[in-house]
Nanobody, 126 residues
Framework: QLQLVESGGGLVQPGGSLRLSCAVS????????IGWFRQAPGKEREGVSC????????KYADSVKGRFTISRDGAKNTVYLQMNSLKPEDTAVYYC???????????????????WGQGTQVTVSS
């Protein structure tokens, strides 16, 4: 059974940092690209970043480029999202998801991702 579990969310002041983790089980990262998405209250879920199954290719939404970094640890079967210079508009529930595509799909949609975690809340506020 494929399972993804996010952790690392919390309350942080503007300009601060958080590192989210996505621990996967039931499959290996070597076969599934992993994406990070977020959903703020009253808004649609949006793509934030994705890392390929090899780890050699990444994608970022324009809103987080230069501030967020996605990475993976194959030995721990875990994907990370390092978030720096956080802004209030980054406040959302963050989800990780796995896709059976060979490469990261467009971050514009969610249909290509078959397996989702339960989400972790990130709140950026002073």
């Amino acid at each position: 059974q494929l399972q993804l579990v996010e952790s690392g969310g919390g309350l942080v002041q503007p300009g601060g940092s958080l590192r989210l983790s996505c621990a996967v089980s039931g499959f290996t990262l070597a076969y599934y690209p992993i994406g990070w998405f977020r959903q703020a209250p009253g808004k649609e879920r949006e793509g934030v970043s994705c890392i390929s199954s090899s780890g050699g290719s990444t994608k970022y939404a324009d809103s987080v480029k230069g501030r967020f970094t996605i990475s993976r640890d194959g030995a721990k079967n875990t994907v990370y999202l390092q978030m720096n210079s956080l802004k209030p508009e980054d406040t959302a529930v963050y989800y990780c998801a796995a896709t059976p595509y060979s490469q990261c799909p467009s971050l514009a949609g969610t249909d290509e991702y078959d397996y989702w975690g339960q989400g972790t809340q990130v709140t950026v506020s002073s």
